[in-house]
């Protein structure tokens, strides 16, 4: 079965710091992997995914993950914070079998402080 | 021209009662799913439709009644509402999997904060 370990459940950066959001995942069989994020009362937006192309994936707000094989981990980053990146960001994990459901991690709370 | 869209955004109900969730999609996808965010934000899964179809049923209470009367709808239907079924719940889409560009990922919906008093 799979599934995705979101380390921290908060964390907290200076406005234009380093933003690492840390995600590992466990499977049998090579996953597709991908970064939502939900602002506050709002639905889940796709920020990025990795589906076997190249291994560094460039999302959308600046942010972008690497697939690291060897570390099963998928971890985000963004190279200065933004206040407007505060928001909940899952990572998640599908199956490569056609339309499956996404297994999430538990979320990681990002804050920016100014 | 929303693509995911779901209604009502809020639903206060008391227990016991019977309510529905309703779901459209715009996008001309396949698949739809219906996941449960509940309290400490965690997501997972609960039923997932294919061409009207049901594919996967995640354990979830036969209270819970999914129906998808064509590819662009599924709706959610719960009978006898307990205090647990508090949670927001998403909808989402995908596309097929096969020809043309395949994307992968899954549109969700805006969500509907159900609160069960």
């Known amino acids: 079965a799979q599934s995705v370990t979101q380390l921290g459940s908060h964390v907290s950066v200076s406005e234009g710091a380093l933003v690492l959001l840390r995600c590992n995942y466990s499977?049998?069989?090579?996953?597709?992997l991908f970064w939502y994020v939900q602002y506050p009362n709002q639905g889940l937006q796709l920020l990025l995914k990795?589906?076997?192309?190249?291994?560094l994936v460039k999302g959308i707000n600046g942010f972008e993950a690497e697939f690291k094989k060897s570390e099963t981990s998928f971890h985000l980053t963004k190279p200065s914070a933004h206040m407007s990146d505060a928001a909940e960001y899952f990572c998640?994990?599908?199956?490569?079998?056609?339309?499956?459901?996404?297994?999430f991690g538990k979320g990681t709370r990002l804050s920016v402080i100014a | 021209d929303t693509a995911v869209s779901q209604t009502p955004k809020y639903l206060v109900t008391q227990m016991g009662n019977d309510k529905s969730i309703k779901c459209e999609q715009n996008?001309?996808?396949?698949?739809m799913y219906w996941y449960k965010q509940d309290s400490k934000k965690f997501l997972k899964i609960m039923f997932s439709?294919?061409?009207?179809?049901?594919?996967i049923n995640e354990t979830v209470p036969n209270r819970f009644s999914p129906k998808s009367p064509d590819k662009a709808h599924l709706n959610l239907h719960i009978n006898s509402l307990e205090l647990g079924d508090s949670a927001v719940y998403f909808c989402?889409?995908?596309?097929?999997?096969?020809?043309?560009?395949?994307?992968?990922?899954?549109?969700f919906g805006p969500g509907t904060r159900l609160t069960v008093t």
């Open positions: 996008l001309g996808h396949d698949t």
């Open positions: 989402a889409s995908s596309p097929p999997t096969s020809g043309g560009a395949v994307t992968y990922e899954q549109y």
């Open positions: 990795y589906t076997s192309a190249a291994t």
């Open positions: 439709y294919n061409n009207k179809e049901l594919i």
């Open positions: 998640a994990v599908s199956e490569r079998s056609g339309n499956t459901p996404l297994v």
């Open positions: 499977s049998s069989v090579p996953p597709y």
